[in-house]
């Protein structure tokens, strides 16, 4: 195992931008349909709470891409993926421990994803000195 030791900041910066780059895609189809459109075609999000949200989605994550202030940023993330998680789907559809019955298993996925990048940080960064000194 030792051996694979010295990929951990590596893979670990790999999780952190997939992560990041799927989640931004939430965010941009909330405010340009882009990927997607959230809305059946008719514009941007109007709800000021999925405006908000869009907003935390797209900043947070373009700071987990770039790796700046990654520990703050996802700590905000899961926040916010665990209130969608207990307010929207728990409440709407009820059924807390079976996440695939309301809906809501991304939403617990990204909470508890982003929550472990609060405690494992960024790995590897090409904005850090470390990344090119290797």
Same mark, same amino acid.
């Given at each position: 195992?030792?051996?694979?030791?010295?990929?951990?900041?590596?893979? @670990?910066? +790999?999780?952190?931008? #997939?992560?990041?780059?799927? !989640? /931004? =895609?939430? &965010?941009?189809?909330? *405010?340009?349909? $882009?990927?997607?459109?959230?809305?059946?075609?008719?514009?941007?999000?109007?709800?000021?709470?999925?405006?908000?949200?869009?907003?935390?989605?797209?900043?947070?994550?373009?700071? @987990?891409? +770039?790796?700046?202030? #990654?520990?703050?940023?996802? !700590? /905000? =993330?899961? &926040?916010?993926?665990? *209130?969608?998680? $207990?307010?929207?789907?728990?409440?709407?559809?009820?059924?807390?421990?079976?996440?695939?019955?309301?809906?809501?298993?991304?939403?617990?996925?990204?909470?508890?994803?982003?929550?472990?990048?609060?405690?494992?940080?960024?790995?590897?960064?090409?904005?850090?000195?470390?990344?090119?000194?290797?």
């Amino acid at each position: 195992m030792n051996k694979l030791e010295k990929y951990r900041p590596y893979v @670990l910066a +790999l999780l952190r931008i #997939t992560a990041a780059y799927m !989640f /931004i =895609l939430h &965010g941009t189809a909330k *405010f340009w349909e $882009f990927p997607i459109s959230m809305t059946g075609g008719n514009g941007p999000v109007g709800d000021s709470m999925m405006i908000v949200g869009g907003v935390i989605k797209i900043v947070g994550s373009i700071l @987990l891409i +770039l790796g700046l202030f #990654t520990r703050p940023a996802a !700590f /905000i =993330l899961s &926040g916010q993926m665990a *209130f969608a998680y $207990f307010f929207m789907h728990v409440a709407g559809k009820g059924n807390l421990l079976f996440p695939i019955t309301n809906g809501g298993e991304l939403a617990l996925l990204y909470s508890v994803l982003f929550l472990y990048f609060v405690f494992s940080g960024a790995g590897a960064c090409a904005l850090d000195n470390k990344f090119f000194r290797k």
